[in-house]
T-cell receptor
């Protein structure tokens, strides 16, 4: 069975600095999708970034980028120029191609210090 | 505006009672999902539905039931068989299986 591990329950970053959140996953499949979701204090889940496993190029969305290492089964999220509004829980998620069962990690709480 | 609505935002239930959580979407998405969120455990899948009149159990379906009579609606019933129902419940939808999920604002259920 697939698993997703987020080993950092909590992280802190100074405003305007860069932080990297870690995510590893375990799968024997070759075709899958990976996601990072943000859950702010309002608890509304929002998609941050999405990566297709067949793409070698790392996905980027403005200040958010990923480091996708398929062989190592690693999918870290880098947040550049951190802002106070980035403070939230961040969840890594895995989805097998052709299925509907997303698997979520336990989340990393990010604190942004002014 | 397109989106997902969940109601109510807060729900209180006495032990032994069944309760139904509402989830509606106007995104024309085929797939809908129910998750349970507990502190330190991330999101766990309860049920999901790919099309109308069809649904599958997730990882923690015991004590829950769903229906999918309309494309836009996917209500979740928490039955008295659910031993520890106090949690935050999230509904989500997606256009296709490989698309990202869109989430509702959630329902906080508390058993008194």
């Amino acid at each position: 069975a697939q698993t997703v591990t987020q080993s950092q329950p909590e992280m802190s970053v100074q405003e305007a600095e860069t932080v990297t959140l870690s995510c590893t996953y375990d799968t024997s499949e070759s075709d899958y999708y990976l996601f990072w979701y943000k859950q702010p204090p309002s608890r509304q889940m929002i998609l941050v970034i999405r990566q297709e496993a067949y793409k070698q190029q790392n996905a980027t969305e403005n200040r958010f980028s990923v480091n996708f290492q398929k062989a190592a089964k690693s999918f870290s999220l880098k947040i550049s120029d951190s802002q106070l509004g980035d403070a939230a829980m961040y969840f890594c998620a895995y989805l097998n191609s052709g299925t509907y069962k997303y698997i979520f990690g336990t989340g990393t709480r990010l604190k942004v210090l002014a | 505006d397109g989106g997902i609505t969940q109601s109510p935002k807060y729900l209180f239930r006495k032990e032994g009672q069944n309760v139904t959580l509402s989830c509606e979407q106007n995104l024309n998405h085929d797939a809908m999902y129910w998750y349970r969120q507990d502190p330190g455990q991330g999101l766990r899948l309860i049920y999901y539905s790919q099309i109308v009149n069809d649904f599958q159990k997730g990882d923690i379906a015991e004590g829950y039931s769903v229906s999918r009579e309309k494309k836009e609606s996917f209500p979740l019933t928490v039955t008295s068989a659910q031993k520890n129902p106090t949690a935050f419940y999230l509904c989500a939808s997606s256009l296709f299986s490989y698309n990202e999920q869109f989430f509702g604002p959630g329902t906080r259920l508390t058993v008194l």
